[in-house]
């Protein structure tokens, strides 16, 4: 007589729902992107597995399944971020096998990888997070960004702006945004606040140049 079992075993569960919480960093970090539906659909699919807690055959399926297929996806989706899913894939596959009523050993060494890949996932995704979005947000600007006419922008900037260094500032460059050309002047972030408002002012005198403001570093570095 065989026993039924009765539903996925928690380690199982456990591991799924590390894959699943393992998109939301991604989703965070590419939000904005312009294929950004493809991201919420790929976690969608990452997160499928854990509706099917009941039925263990049809979780292991679709853990296996999406696992299988995030590897390829995420090597064609290289360049909009769709390798980001890789360690959620790792632990869908992991969770499709990781039942130690069904096999003890194994289970167990699928349950401990697991937790190295969740604990690894982690740290890479706090390390992230600090560097490219919650350091930028924290940190003091050092660049003014400029509005500047089209006519302005196309002469030598290097002829028109050197004298601004004398004011302290260390790089002058121009950029398009939003089809508007800009002006960014970085200084030093230790430069006195008396010398920035007269390089501020000075910049704002140039001609073309209006609309001085600070730059966030996220988006001027």
């Known amino acids: 007589?065989?026993?039924?079992?009765?539903?996925?075993?928690?380690?199982?569960?456990?591991?799924?729902g590390c894959a699943a919480l393992g998109t939301l960093p991604v989703l965070g970090w590419l939000l904005g992107s312009q294929v950004y539906p493809l991201h919420v659909g790929t976690a969608i699919a990452v997160a499928a597995p854990l509706f099917l807690v009941r039925r263990p055959v049809a979780f292991t399926r679709a853990a296996t399944t999406v696992g299988l297929l995030l590897l390829p996806w995420g090597l064609l989706g290289m360049y909009m971020g769709m390798c980001l899913f890789w360690p959620s894939a790792a632990l869908l596959l992991l969770s499709a096998y990781a039942d130690p009523r069904a096999r003890p050993a194994a289970a167990r060494l699928m349950a401990v990888t697991g937790a190295a890949v969740t604990a690894t996932a982690l740290a890479c995704a706090t390390i992230a997070t600090w560097t490219f979005h919650l350091a930028p947000a924290l940190a003091e600007p050092h660049t003014f960004r400029a509005v500047i006419t089209e006519e302005a922008y196309l002469d030598s900037l290097d002829a028109r702006y050197t004298p601004l260094q004398e004011l302290g500032a260390t790089g002058v460059s121009g950029t398009w945004t939003e089809e508007l050309p800009h002006?960014?002047?970085?200084?030093?972030?230790d430069l006195p606040e008396e010398r920035r408002a007269a390089l501020r002012a000075e910049i704002a005198k140039l001609p073309g140049v209006s609309g001085v403001e600070l730059c966030p570093v996220s988006e001027c570095g």
């Open 1 to 16: 007589m065989t026993t039924r079992v009765a539903g996925v075993h928690r380690w199982q569960r456990a591991l799924a």
């Open 183 to 189: 002006l960014e002047v970085s200084f030093p972030e």
